[in-house]
């Protein structure tokens, strides 16, 4: 199977950018994925950029991909306190009917005042 | 839409005790999926159905077992709950299997 891997935790002052990183292992993912948990929550989907893009903006997020070094970054511009939560990278492989995504362990954002 | 529903938020067992949690989705999905989740890991496939009629192992589906029960629901059944199984179960849907996966609130068990 696939490895992604995350740090474990960052934090940031309110109104600072937060950048979370993730690298993967499979080249040929085809969807990379980012999804936020609050607490005691689901996964609630946040954005995800397929592999032929470099860049996807969306309001305040700003999705990366360097695909020769399978780095795949999400940028939170002007960050809140509710943006405090666990930030996951996942990525779908293909050659499988089912698409199967690999999670990495999650990224804890703490965002102060 | 409800989107993804799942029962119980939370349930407390005894070893050897059996259960099932449900799941289901308004969104007429044909796939659906179960994860669980433990601390610090992500997210582990346990068993999913493609389409309605089959399913199939994820990466750690010992101890589980499965039912597409119809189009919407998709049942995890524990037949004799272990300690290794306390985790949140996360059930999740799509509108095929290579399309954005969609998830529930979760089941958090715990297995005495």
């Known amino acids: 199977g696939e490895d992604v891997e995350q740090s474990l935790f960052l934090s940031v002052r309110e109104g600072d950018s937060s950048v979370i990183n993730c690298t993967y292992t499979d080249s040929s993912s085809t969807y990379l994925y980012w999804y936020k948990q609050e607490p005691g929550a689901g996964l609630q989907l946040l954005t995800y950029i397929f592999s032929n893009m470099d860049m996807k903006q969306d309001q305040r997020l700003t999705v990366l991909l360097n695909k020769k070094d399978k780095h795949l970054s999400l940028r939170i511009a002007d960050t809140q306190t509710g943006d405090s939560a666990i930030y996951f990278c996942?990525?779908?492989?293909?050659?499988?009917?089912?698409?199967?995504?690999?999670f990495g362990r999650g990224t804890q954002l703490t965002v102060w005042p | 839409n409800a989107g993804v529903t799942q029962t119980p938020k939370f349930q407390v067992l005894k070893t050897g005790q059996s259960m099932t949690l449900q799941c289901a989705q308004d969104?007429?999905?044909?796939?659906m999926y179960w994860y669980r989740q433990d601390p610090g890991m992500g997210l582990r496939l346990i068993y999913y159905?493609?389409?309605?009629?089959?399913?199939d192992k994820g990466e750690v589906p010992n101890g589980y077992n499965v039912s597409r029960l119809n189009k919407r629901e998709f049942s995890l059944r524990l037949e004799s709950a272990a300690p290794s199984q306390t985790s949140v179960y996360f059930c999740a849907s799509s509108p095929g299997p290579q399309e954005t996966q969609y998830f529930g609130p979760g089941t958090r068990l715990l297995v005495l």
């Open positions: 996942a990525a779908k492989g293909r050659g499988s009917t089912l698409g199967r995504l690999y």
């Open positions: 159905s493609a389409s309605e009629g089959t399913t």
């Open positions: 969104m007429n999905h044909n796939s």
